[in-house]
């Protein structure tokens, strides 16, 4: 299973140290895809990504995980950051959308 | 591939407007946000004395497979980046106020591009259904060649739009495109033609010989296609199609 935890930083107005603060949890699980936490909708499911390896578009549709793994290269502003780690089965932290490709 | 005198260039250029001389001017505070993406391309989130929250991507900390994979080099991301606000700047208003500044800077001893903070969230469609915000928005896309202009690559506050990451635009013929949701969107919406200003836009663009500053500020071939995108669009009287480069 893969996870793909995106948070932003702000500065604290007080202390003006640096906050991370959760966006969404994306989980990639065989065929399927949830998607969780406070901004889950800024997260989208079925975004195309380039593989640098490949030079490809992927999508959810070709394999979640490898979808999964490319989520750092759809994103590159720098306002999210982005963290994939292979874990074994975890629940999702909160209220999920999930998205399936299987039939 | 060498692109030391566009970044002269560029560096030249910058600092007119109030904006940017408060993102060159001034000291960052304090250290970077401890940014947790590896792998990807180098990005820093800094803030500025007077407050303003930035991020830098130093030349020398892009993804170069990545850059390959859009034909671009390894090096012209920072570069696209600061010439995308460089060519809305020029263009002045209303392009000017969508796209999110950018200078030239370099950050701990790496030069790299400086952009301001864009307020707002990601993935609203508000702005591709508006057309004060999607027909400009569009037309900068098709004139810069961008090549992945996705729902996460614009900030909406509810009442503006801002335009980020310009990285990969400026893109030759033949070169891969991922998205382009505001030319899409126009073109769904029919209302491809230009208006007015969008013509009168263009024809400043040309008439210049160094396309306000652009073939300064380019590499040679990247300049020649962006004059060549712009009197395809006055030639048609509307906006390029997608990965019409």
Redesign the interface.
Known sequence: MIQV?F?T?E?DPDT?E?I?LPVAQLLADGDDVSISGP?A????PD???????T?Q?VTRADGAERWARLQ????????????VTEVAAVEPVAASFHYSTAG | MNIDSQIAAVKAAQGALPGERHMLGEAFFGSPAPTSSPGMNTTMQLELAGGAIVFHKPFSGVDVANAIAFRQTDETPPLHEAVAWRLAAALGSPWQEIVAPCVLRDYAGEDGSLSLQASGWPRDAAPTLNPTWCLPAAFFDSLIAQQDRHDGNWRWNGERLTLIDHGYAFALSGAFVNYSDFVVARHAHGAAALCTEERDALTRLLADADLLGMARFLLSDRARALADRARLMLQRGEILHLGEF
């Open positions: 935890n948070t930083f500065r003006r640096w991370e901004h909708d800024w997260i989208n975004l195309a990504i380039v593989d640098p390896e030079a578009r750092p290269f759809a994103y590159r502003s720098g306002d999210l950051n982005i963290k």
